[in-house]
């Protein structure tokens, strides 16, 4: 995750967004969640990782759904919190640019488990690859072209797919 926001916004000289105190002078926007259902998609969580705990900014927008956060950011209502796997094309075509490079990343991610009677069939070997090659060319596709400093993934040499095998 890393904050977005629309190009517009960032270019205003009278709010820089150069530093992540700056924020303070934005207005934040926020996934309203009361059920608690994506506890790392918080302003506090990434403020306090990237120096600025406690942070106060001129106001917060809240919405029920994450499209409406991302939509609102587009239209330059404020800052929002990117997973940057679900706004990549934002970043790739300029409707969001990231102000700060440092990315918040979650202990939250996706992962390939392949029953054990299963784990030695060509069709579900060849599924799994064409899966971790997509996942790969996104994440450097993401890193190249719109996030600095963003981890590329690979496979491990000569030992095929990382897949974890279970029940």
Do not use: C
Not at 5 to 28: F, G
Not at 33 to 61: C, E
Request: charge should be positive.
């Amino acid at each position: 995750m890393l904050p977005v926001a629309s190009p517009k916004l960032v270019r205003k000289r009278a709010t820089p967004l150069k530093r992540p105190e700056d924020l303070a002078h934005h207005v934040l926007l926020h996934l309203d969640d009361p059920d608690g259902r994506v506890p790392w998609l918080n302003w506090p969580a990434w403020l306090t990782s990237n120096g600025a705990p406690g942070l106060k900014p001129i106001g917060s927008l809240r919405f029920r759904y994450y499209d409406q956060v991302i939509q609102a950011a587009v239209g330059g209502q404020g800052v929002a919190l990117g997973r940057v796997p679900l706004i990549a094309e934002h970043l790739r075509d300029g409707r969001l640019v990231a102000p700060f490079p440092r990315r918040f990343d979650t202990a939250r991610g996706y992962f390939v488990i392949v029953a054990p009677h299963a784990a030695d069939r060509p069709d579900v070997a060849a599924f799994v690859d064409w899966m971790l090659d997509e996942a790969a060319a996104d994440t450097r596709t993401s890193a190249s072209k719109s996030v600095p400093g963003a981890p590329t993934r690979s496979r491990r040499p000569g030992r095929g797919p990382a897949v974890r095998k279970g029940r």
